[in-house]
Structures are given as C-alpha cells and as structure tokens.
C-alpha cells in the first residue's frame, strides 16, 4: 500500500464547509488504496486572532506559554477533520506534534526538527488509513510544547515525508509557484518544474510560497514536493531535483515587501561592538541578509536588512547596545523594498547583471544595495518602486 504526505494551508481549512471537502478528497485517496498521513494548519487566520488577544494581555508574554497558546490553532483543525473523516467511514487518528514524535530543539518559538519517531507511524497505520498530523509544532527535551515558526506546517510535512521517504503534497490557494507573483505581473507564467535550489531562493527572497527551510529538507533529502491548489484540477508545479542540461538564466523574480533595512553609526572603528551585536542576533535567531559595513578612521557603518516581523527584536538588541556605547546611532526603516533575480542558469550564462542595472537605470529606479550569490542578484529599491521594478524585469527576461 502506497503513502503520501499531504499538506493543507490555512486558507484551505478556513471553514468547516471547506474541511469538509477536504474530508471528501481524502476518503477517495484511501479507497484507491493510499495510506495518507495529513498535515494540517489553523484554519484561516486563527493563530492571528490568538496573537490579537495576547497583545491585549501584555506586551512580553513568556515564550513558553506562548507555544502552548498558538498549538490550539492546528489542534482543533485535526480534531474537526478526523471527527468528519470518521463519520465517513475513514479510520483516521488525530497526532499533535509531541503524539506525532516530532522532537525539536532552540527556542520555544523558533525550533528546529531534530528527529521524528516512525516507529509510531507504523504501528498506526496497522488500524488507521489517515493520520492528521497538527502542523507547526513539537515538543523539546524537557517535554514542552514548542513551535516552528513562521511557515512551521510546510516544515512538518516535509520533514515527515523526509522521514517516510515518500514525496510532499502541499495545498493552498495558489496553483503552483510562478515566474513572480500574479498579483504584480498579470502575465506571470506558471512553472512546471523548480528546482530545489531555485525554489530555496525564490523562498528565502520573498516569493512566499514556501518557507526556505521546508525546501532545504526537500533537498537534503532528495523529496520532490508537489505544490497545487486545493481540491482543483489545474496543474501545479512540482520542486526537484532536475536534469535539464540546458537552464535559464533568469526562473523568477521575487519582490520582498516585508523587510526593514536597518542602518547603524559608531564614532570609533569598534570591532567589539559588532561582536556584541551579531551574538545578540545569534541568541535571538534574527536572521539578518544584505550585509555591508564600512570601517575607516572616521568610524563605523554597517547596514543589513532583515523581516519586519523582527523590529521589535532589533529595537531591544540596540536599546541594550547603547547601554554600554553611548554614542551608538542607529536607524530603522521600512520605506525600502527587495527586488531579486533568480536562475540556476546564472552560473554558466554572463550579461543577466548587466541588464538588470541597465533595466533599472534606464527606468530611473534607484537602488541603494546589491547582494549576489551564485543564482541570484538582489537589490534594495524604494519601496514605491518595487511593483515597477519587478513587472519591468519579468518582461526584460520573458517571464
């Protein structure tokens, strides 16, 4: 009997009528002889309402609580699911994450996947067909509940198909991953095939499909994913591993609207200064990206970007900072955009730099950073620019 992993997003479970489809689907996969082991989200937006309510509790809630609050989401999500799933005649098992062995470890809100018990699987599916599985959670070495983050559930499911050697099925409201998004280039093609490596940094440069660390374990341990919308017929796209000896230069553009760039002054060339911060950014996990420091005898200048969902993390480190340097300045702003690049072809193919400065000079859009790495380019633009920056970049490449 063949097993499959499958994914179901937030959107796609928003309602009980839409859980209730989802159920239907899931029968006939069973009756073709499938055994399903399902990752589920919150429905809707369910983890944000939770969050509304703790902010109006107090400004600091403890991490661990918070992890125990936000795992109520996707709890109730399996719970409805197997309750309908049942009545239709389906065996199926609701799992949380620490019922489903999924062991973690670092920070309560912010964990890693360390292991995941299969053993348990198995014996389960010897009486159940489906087993619903509470996406974006797990439990650490001291048996607390934890939680994995922005993206956790595309994690889980890919972390369990990593585990069950089998391929990754992701639902959600989109059908397949594009050239860009839609919504700022109507013409966007849909793409067939990914690659891995192509799919991580389109990711990890704000293309919002898939979190990048659910493609890296696809990677790592060679598991196609499927990405395709809810319960339709239209053709999504599947990442992989590929073949094809002839590559484009340029797969996508990726337009990264959720970032800050920050930007911070010091009199004196203090490299223990930049020690104490990026210890502070490691202790935090603040990823930060787009890195460029300039250090001479008038002092130093460093500027890196970073999500905006770590403002309030950034604020906190440089408040401690200026404790003991006073002179310390430091600005936040989020009037700026990312607008990358992104083909594995880049490696073996010269002139895709070139044309990317021509298109944005040409078009008088500024930009005040650029970070490259063997397949991708990225720069920083006004953020009023960067639709326009994206749209004339997917037509200068024929995307």
């Known amino acids: 009997m063949s097993s499959s992993v499958l994914k179901f997003g937030g959107s796609s479970v928003s309602s009980l009528e839409k859980v209730k489809n989802i159920a239907d689907y899931l029968k006939g996969r069973v009756e073709e002889g499938e055994q399903l082991v399902v990752v589920v989200s919150a429905m809707g937006k369910t983890t944000d309402e939770l969050m509304a309510q703790v902010d109006s509790i107090t400004e600091s809630p403890n991490e661990q609580d918070l992890a125990v609050l936000l795992t109520t989401g996707e709890q109730q999500t399996i719970s409805y699911l197997s309750i309908i799933l049942n009545d239709l005649g389906v065996k199926s098992k609701p799992l949380t994450g620490y019922q489903a062995g999924i062991e973690t470890v670092g920070h309560h809100l912010k964990s890693k996947i360390s292991k995941i018990n299969t053993d348990l699987f198995e014996q389960l599916f010897g009486t159940y067909d489906v087993l619903i599985v509470a996406g974006f959670q797990g439990f650490n070495g001291d048996n607390e509940i934890t939680t994995l983050g922005r993206g956790g559930s595309d994690t889980t499911a ?18 397949g991953v594009y050239s860009t998004d839609p919504r700022i280039y ?12 192509e799919m991580m ?9 898939l979190v990048s660390r659910s493609v890296e374990i696809a990677k790592n341990y060679n598991i196609p994913i499927y990405l395709g919308k809810t319960l339709s017929e239209e053709k999504g796209t599947w990442i992989m591993t590929t073949d094809m000896l002839e590559k484009k230069a340029v797969t996508g553009v990726a337009l990264d609207e ?8 010091y009199p004196e060339n203090d ?4 020690d104490e911060l990026f210890i502070n950014l490691e202790q935090k996990e603040v990823n930060v990206d787009m890195i460029s420091q300039i250090a001479n005898n008038e002092g130093l200048q460093l500027s890196f970007t970073m999500k905006d969902t770590e403002e309030d993390q950034i604020q906190k480190i440089f408040s401690h900072l200026k404790q003991d340097y006073a002179d310390l300045y430091f600005k936040i702003e989020n009037r700026f955009v990312k607008v990358s690049v992104i083909g594995s072809g880049m490696r073996d193919m010269t002139g895709v730099a070139s044309k990317v ?22 720069y920083v633009v006004d953020a009023e620019n960067g639709e326009e920056a994206a749209r004339l970049l997917c037509e200068g490449f024929e995307l």
Not at 160 to 175: K, M, N, S
Not at 258 to 265: E, F, P, R, S
Not at 271 to 274: A, E, I, P, R
């Open 158 to 175: 890919v972390a369990l198909a990593a585990a069950h050697q089998c391929p990754c099925e992701i639902y959600t409201d989109v059908a």
């Open 186 to 197: 109507s013409e966007a093609k849909r793409l067939d095939v990914v690659s891995h490596e």
């Open 201 to 209: 940094e389109m990711s990890a440069l704000g293309s919002g499909v």
């Open 258 to 265: 959720d970032m800050i760039h920050v930007t911070l002054n």
């Open 271 to 274: 490299t223990q200064l930049l």
């Open 357 to 378: 400065f021509r298109t944005l000079i040409e078009s008088g859009i500024s930009f005040y950073q650029v970070t490259t790495s063997e397949i991708s380019i990225s």
